[in-house]
């Protein structure tokens, strides 16, 4: 079964929806706040008044002949909504001032057993009959004429209320509303370059590699997004462009050694090699050939190893000691070519004893491989003056560079005079480049035509050395 692709949620919309969310939260909390400290006024202001039609009713009825002005004094006090009822010791039940009501409402359904005489604290209870309001009830003790029942309807503070409740509906979702609308607008403003972004790294995706992303205010997060993958993009592009260049520097070079071999082969099948001093000399050629691609192999694979994981386990190396034991094996591989060393005791950097002898041999090899024979040639090896930096100097007296080829004598595979070539596989300084970045340091090249050329790598010293 093929399951379709989900298409990716938007950043803008789970945006604006989580703003919504926090916002209605807050306007609904603000709203029941301000309905309940509203509900809670209105109910005290007609317990107040409750209290005090309570305490003049009672006052009236413990006066003789009260009957005959009861209903002028509740009137008096605009009580002309209230529910008065008398409940005598006997037990018999007398509304008072029954005309100041209108007939139609409905009464409060009177708890069973009343609430106690006297308590100061109403209680609310609902109509006798549905579609009644809500009562605000009291009762009171008349000495000498019984309890005193005193009941408010709540049905203007429960219009208040409703009317209070509209308003924050609407006040709360036209709240919404503006900004929910105010936060796509300003979204889809500020997500704009970031779409524009994405869709730029689809299109590199898909293998547009002349793309870059389209820019934006570098002051914003969105500006800084954008100016890191255009440096990241550059930065991938730069390091294709040398894979391809290094993958067909390298074909080229294996190219002529593994040609070499097939003639030879191919002599021999012909059956072109009958005597026997032209298969020896077959055979040696074939052999030198494969030592050439082996030297290649091993240069390629020290590259691979240094571009893949520079840092290697790492001790305390003794750079004197290891200048000392290249320069004994290279006056043994041309005993012809003067070679001196002068070297300072104690110049111990933190790096790979096997990695640093690669460099100094290398850099022996360019001034046998680039040189005519019997040019003399130093290496030397000592302390910065600021002592943080040990100092391997490899310099010769042959023909020198020309200027135009010392800024890509580091490339791999780049040769500044084929003429002088040697055997060279255009990878020595390159090596030595890759060691010594690996190790913190740099490489300083410098020549003159005519004057020889000079090579300094530049390692910094261990901390407990200096």
Known sequence: MTVGRRRPR??????VLTLLATAAVALVALDAVVYGALRGYLTADADVTLRAVRGRVAHQLAEPGADARLGNDVRLLGASEFYLQLRRPDGTVRELVPRLRDPADAAPELPKPLPKAGRGTPVTVGPARPGGPDYRLLTARVPG??????????DQVRGTLRRLLLIECAATGGALILLAG???WILRRGLRPLEAMAADADAIAAGDRTGRVAPADADTEVGRLGLALNTMLAGQRAAQDRLRRFVADASHELRTPLTAVLGYAD??????????AQRDSAMHGITTEA???RRLVDDLLLLARLDAVPARARDD???AAIARDAVSAARVVAPGSPLTVAVEPGVVVRGDAEQLRRVVDNLLANVRNHTPDGTPARVAVRRADDGGEALLTVEDTGPGIAAEALPRVCDRFYRASPAHSGEGSGLGLAIVAAVAEAHGGTVEVTSRPGEGTRVRVRLPVTAHHR
């Open 10 to 15: 938007s950043l803008r919309g789970r945006l």
């Open 145 to 154: 004429r019984g309890t005193l029942i005193v009941a408010t309807p709540l």
């Open 182 to 184: 105010g936060g796509l």
């Open 267 to 276: 002599l021999h099948h012909q059956g072109v090699l009958a005597l026997p």
């Open 291 to 293: 030592l050439r691609m």
């Open 317 to 319: 190396a003794d750079l």
